[in-house]
């Protein structure tokens, strides 16, 4: 017997009882009635984890009884079952008010099951997600919706880490989430009133980062007419984070020890230190232990920042969470677009965890949207998404692989920037690169920007 209970309501009796047979052939606990109000006295005193409704009835339509069920429990999925023919603007208000898809009243077997199944596990995601906000007591992102252990060990650590006032290192390539989590950290420390300063080490020369962390003083260089508090500063009884730690150069890496062993911190142009109390949280997409073995990266600086580690592991390596958060960002793009998505087809989740998701998660939303938007009907099918494939570099049919390695990457990222209309942002996340080196290759190789 399945564990979960499904209540119907429909005042059509025939109707009742054969949903009724189905379900119980799947091995599913059923409830029926054709009256609403009975229907809301059940679903009060019994442990339902489903409402099938019609959604017009005599005596309150399925809307109405949607909203009231939703007020006992604000996570009861409601399927609506629908005729033919039914306008936009009444499944745009069932949406509204929180349906969570629609059943046509001609009983396919396999799609009832199909659309069950979805609303019973996507019940259990929330709850799911309400105990680990309950215990971590933060709101956990998007980004890690799903059932992955790594994740889940990471969201549970996170209430005890945000209690310290030690350094933080999270590690994981990019599209993971890694601002994400120090985020988390901050807003559930006692820092959580004061600033969070991010700041990305590889998006300045050598020269502009040190003026930009540390500040200067005024007379300092050409065009410092002014004394200017540095983010660390700026970040001062804060979180200062700093992403793409490993691209710092030595020198800038020698000032930012100082700042941690002397909790201090001396502008560009002075000899006058000033005191600072600042949780310094770092990350980066590269191997870091790798660069401190290639004296790239200094092994005491790394030390001191590596005093919690956080790995945050790639989307290809949470298969089990694709569809989940596939599923999770149809739902909100499709509500913030006003449109109804009333069926994925099964193969589409064939499709996505084949892939192997260069840019992770951001990568997942852009393309989510990108289908969201383009859609003009309520099925995503195989067919939506076949631009996927552009982004696999294969071996050519010849056998033969190609001389260069650079024929290969050009090839690539001229595939990536056609898929998001040379959309440069959105192109660098898919590519797992930063912005600025999407920028040179496409200098270095000559690409037609259109």
């Known amino acids: 017997m399945n564990k979960f209970h499904i209540l119907i309501v429909d005042d059509d009796l025939n109707r009742c009882r054969v949903l009724d047979y189905k379900l119980k052939k799947f ?18 005193d019994e442990n339902i984890d489903l409402v099938i ?31 033919f023919g039914k306008t936009q603007e009444l499944l745009l208000d069932a949406l509204r008010n929180g349906a969570f898809d629609f059943l046509e009243k001609v009983e396919d077997s396999d799609y009832l099951i199909e659309i069950v199944e979805r609303g019973l596990k996507n019940r259990d995601e929330k709850l799911n ?27 549970k650590n996170i209430n005890d880490i945000s209690k310290s006032d030690s350094t933080v290192l999270i590690t994981g390539e990019s599209g993971t989430g890694k601002e994400l989590i120090a985020r988390m950290i ?20 050598p020269n ?19 004394n200017k508090d540095g983010l660390i500063k700026v970040a001062d009884m804060g979180t200062l984070f700093l992403d793409e730690i490993s691209e710092m150069n030595v020198s800038l890496q020698a000032k930012l020890l100082r700042v941690l062993q002397e909790r201090e911190v001396v ?21 870091i232990d790798e660069e401190v073995k290639k ?15 956080i790995d945050l592991p790639p989307l290809r390596e949470r298969k089990d969470d694709i569809p989940k ?29 084949e892939y192997s998701w260069p840019g992770n998660v951001r990568e997942l939303m852009n393309i989510v949207e990108r289908i969201i938007v383009i859609k003009d009907n309520s099925e995503i099918k195989k067919s939506d998404i076949p631009q996927l494939s552009i982004l696999k570099v294969q071996q050519p049919s010849n056998g033969f692989i190609p001389k260069k390695i650079e024929d290969v990457e050009k090839k690539l990222i001229e595939d990536t920037l056609k898929f998001y209309n040379y959309d440069k942002k959105k192109a660098s996340i898919a590519l797992g690169i930063n912005i600025s080196t999407l920028y040179r290759k496409i200098k270095d190789y000559r690409i037609d920007e259109l």
Do not use: W
């Not at 091995?27 to 009060?44: S, V």
């Not at 004061?194 to 700041?199: A, D, E, L, R, Y």
């Not at 502008?267 to 191997?287: F, W």
């Open 129 to 155: 997600y309400l105990y680990l906000k309950e215990k971590a007591s933060f709101e956990i992102p998007s980004e890690f919706v799903g059932e992955d252990e790594k994740i889940k060990k990471i969201l």
């Open 53 to 83: 409704s019609d959604i017009k009835m005599q005596e309150m339509s399925g809307i109405e009884l949607l909203k009231k069920l939703k007020e006992i429990d604000p996570l009861v999925n409601v399927i609506l079952i629908t005729a």
């Open 325 to 353: 958060l596939f599923d999770f960002y149809v739902d909100f793009y499709s509500k913030k677009m006003g449109k109804v998505i009333k069926r994925i087809d099964p193969s589409v989740y064939d499709i996505l965890k």
């Open 186 to 205: 901050h807003n559930n420390s006692k820092r959580r009133d004061k600033n969070f300063v991010s700041f990305n080490c590889a998006a300045l020369n």
């Open 208 to 226: 502009l980062i040190e003026s930009e962390l540390f500040g200067y003083k005024k007379g300092a260089f050409t065009g410092a007419y002014t």
């Open 267 to 287: 502008p560009v142009g002075s000899t006058d230190p000033i005191p600072v109390d600042v949780r310094i949280i770092s990350a980066t997409n590269k191997n």
């Open 27 to 44: 091995g599913y606990k059923t409830t029926y009635t054709t009256n609403p109000k009975d229907a809301l006295e059940k679903f009060k």
């Open 295 to 309: 004296n790239n990266f200094r092994l005491d600086l790394f030390y001191r920042l590596n005093v919690i580690r």
